[in-house]
């Protein structure tokens, strides 16, 4: 079964400071990768895909096939940034393009 | 224009009682998915529409829970017999087409609380 892998329930920085959200998926075809992210109160919305290579709101995700990984990278987070945030491979079974969320992690960004 | 939309945004049930729960998608979306959305568990796929096609109902978890989608647009998901294990936030989402290259687009969801 295919599997992902936030292992960061919770995760707090202070405002300026690094951000990293680890992703770690099961290796089954080659999935697309995206990030999801939900502010509070907002519904469930796209942050980043890999295969645009974008940046978005100074988000980037580099992609790792030997490890399998597809950790969220911010330099400087601010408090905006503070969100639940999913990882989600897609899979493609047949025609069905579902996602296969991670548990998520709700990131804090202090002041 | 507006986005995906679903109905009750809340619903508190008895157990044992019917439910439906209704997603209206952005139109001209072909793929319609539902996501349940619970503590401990994440964010679970439950099924997937390719028009008014289900391809894939792998993620139902039970007999209990069933889906439709008429003329290409509104879906239901009904859940019979309520149990307080079915207790979440229910989602849709819905893409343009298949694969990777479309977002899906997710509704505000909604939140099942069964007594």
């Known amino acids: 079964a295919q599997r992902v892998t936030q292992p960061e329930k919770l995760l707090s920085v202070f405002k300026g400071a690094p951000v990293e959200l680890k992703c770690n998926y099961s290796?089954?075809?080659?999935?697309?990768l995206f990030w999801y992210v939900q502010y509070s109160r907002q519904r469930l919305q796209l942050l980043l895909r890999?295969?645009s290579r974008e940046s978005i709101k100074g988000f980037t995700a580099d992609l790792n096939k030997g490890e399998t990984s597809f950790h969220l990278k911010k330099p400087f987070a601010q408090e905006e940034d503070s969100a639940m945030y999913y990882c989600?491979?897609?899979?493609?079974?047949?025609?069905?393009?579902?996602?296969?969320f991670g548990k998520g992690t709700l990131l804090t960004v202090n002041p | 224009g507006a986005g995906v939309s679903q109905s009750p945004s809340n619903k508190v049930t008895e157990k044992g009682k019917d439910v439906e729960l209704r997603c209206d998608p952005i139109?001209?979306?072909?793929?319609l998915y539902w996501y349940r959305q619970s503590l401990g568990q994440g964010l679970e796929f439950l099924i997937y529409?390719?028009?008014?096609?289900?391809?894939?109902k792998s993620g139902l978890p039970s007999d209990r829970f069933s889906a439709e989608r008429t003329g290409g647009s509104v879906s239901t998901l009904t859940i019979q017999r309520t149990q307080q294990e079915d207790s979440a936030v229910y989602l849709c989402?819905?893409?343009?087409?298949?694969?990777?290259?479309?977002?899906?687009?997710f509704g505000p969801g909604t939140r099942l609380t069964v007594t």
């Open positions: 989402a819905s893409s343009l087409g298949e694969g990777s290259p479309y977002e899906q687009y």
């Open positions: 290796y089954s075809g080659s999935p697309e």
């Open positions: 890999h295969i």
């Open positions: 989600a491979p897609q899979y493609s079974g047949g025609s069905n393009y579902k996602l296969t």
């Open positions: 139109s001209g979306h072909t793929a």
């Open positions: 529409f390719q028009g008014n096609s289900a391809p894939d």
